[in-house]
C-alpha cells in the first residue's frame, strides 16, 4: 500500500483535520502522482457537509489535483516519471458502455467513479481526493499538463474549467455570441475567461457589486449586480447563452426571461433544492433549460491545451491545509478571489 497523508472529515458535522491513510497498491495501469496544489471547488463543501445526501466518511475531498508523476506501473504507456499532470473529478467509469466509448465517461451509464466519496469499480474500496499529499490514479484518468501553466493555477482548470468548457463546446460559443455567467466565483470566472478566448460578448450577472472590478479586469464586456430585480427589466431577451454557477437558492424565472428567442440557460450549479420554474417564461421565446456535468477524459485535455495556448490559469490564493476550514466559510460567503487552492507540501 501506498502510504498518505491528507485532511479528511471524519464526519459530517466535523471539521476537517489531519488523517493518514493508505493508497492502492500501484496497478500495472497505474501512476503514483505527487500531489503539488489542490483547489477547493464548492461541491468539496456541499459533500463534506452532506448538503447532497448521505456520504462516505471519512472523506478526503479534492478533485482539482495537480502534480508530478512519481512512480509509475509496469503497462503505463502514456506517461513517465517527472510528467506533468492533473486529475479531475473522476478516476474511472465503465470503460464499455456507449457515453464511455464515446468520450463521455462523465455520464458513464454504469456511473463514473468520483475522486473522493465514492467507491472505486470492486463497490468496496473508498476513494479519497487531492487534500492529500499523493493519489495513485490509472493513466486513462489523467491528463498532461502544458509546460507554459503554473501548477497552482492550473488545479481549479480539473474541475471549474472543465465544468464551464465542456458546455460552451457542446452549446458552440463562437465569436459574437451573448454569452451571460451567472456567479463569479471558483465556476464563473473561469467561464469567464474561456468565453473571452472564444470570442463571446461576455457578461458577467453577480449577486453584489463588490466583484465589478475584478469582472472588467479579467475581460468581462459587461457587469450587473442582480441585487435589484429591477437589473433583469432592461436584460430581457438579452442573451443566447445564461451559465449558471450559483451554489445557492436564487429566481430561476428572472434568468431564464433574459434569454433570447432560442437561448438556452445551462444549469450547472447544485444548491440541492429543486428549482421552480415558470413555464411561461420558457414558451414565450422557445427557451431551453439545461444541465451539464464537468466533461470526459478527451475534452478534459482538450481544454487544458486551449488554456495553455491562451495562457488561461485561475486567479488563486494559495493556502497551507490548516486553513481548509477558514477556506470552506469564505467560499460559502462568496469571499474567495476566486479559488482557494492548498500547498500540497505542506500536508
Ligand atoms: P463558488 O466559488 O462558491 O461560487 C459560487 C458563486 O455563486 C459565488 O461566488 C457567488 O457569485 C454566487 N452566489 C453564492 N451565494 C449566492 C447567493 N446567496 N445568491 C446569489 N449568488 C450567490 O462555487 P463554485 O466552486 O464555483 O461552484 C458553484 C456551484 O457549482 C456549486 O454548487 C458546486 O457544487 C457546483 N459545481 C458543479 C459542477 C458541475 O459539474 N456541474 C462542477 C463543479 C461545481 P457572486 O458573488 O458573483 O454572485
Ligand atoms: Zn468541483
Ligand atoms: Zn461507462
Redesign the pocket.
Known sequence: MTNARGFAALTAKSPLQPWQFSRRFLGIYDLKIEIHYSG????D??QAREEWGSAIFPMVPGHEIAGIVSEIGNSVSKFKVGDRVGVG?FVDSCRNCANCRSGDE?YCEKNMTATYNDRERDGLTPTYGGYSNNIVVDENYVVSIPANLALSGVAPLL??GI?LYSPMKFWKVRPGMKVAI???????HMGLKIAKAMGAHVT?????E??KDDAYQMGADDFYA?ISPEVFKGLKGKFDLILN??????DINLYLNTLSLNGTLV?????GKPFSVNAGVLLGARRSMA????GGMRDLQEMINFCGENNILSEVEIIDPEYINQAFTR??A?D?R??FVIDASKF
Do not use: D, F, M, Q
Not at 477547493?40 to 461541491?43: A, D, F, K, Q, R
Not at 454557477?245 to 436564487?250: I, Y
Open positions: 477547493i471547488c464548492h461541491s463543501i456541499h473529478v462523465n474541475c471549474a465544468t451567472i456567479g463569479l466565483g471558483g465556476l464563473g458577467v450577472l453577480s449577486h453584489s463588490n466583484k442582480t454557477t450559483v451554489s445557492a437558492e436564487h444549469i450547472l450549479g447544485l444548491p444541465g451539464s456535468t464537468i467560499t460559502v462568496s474567495v476566486y479559488r
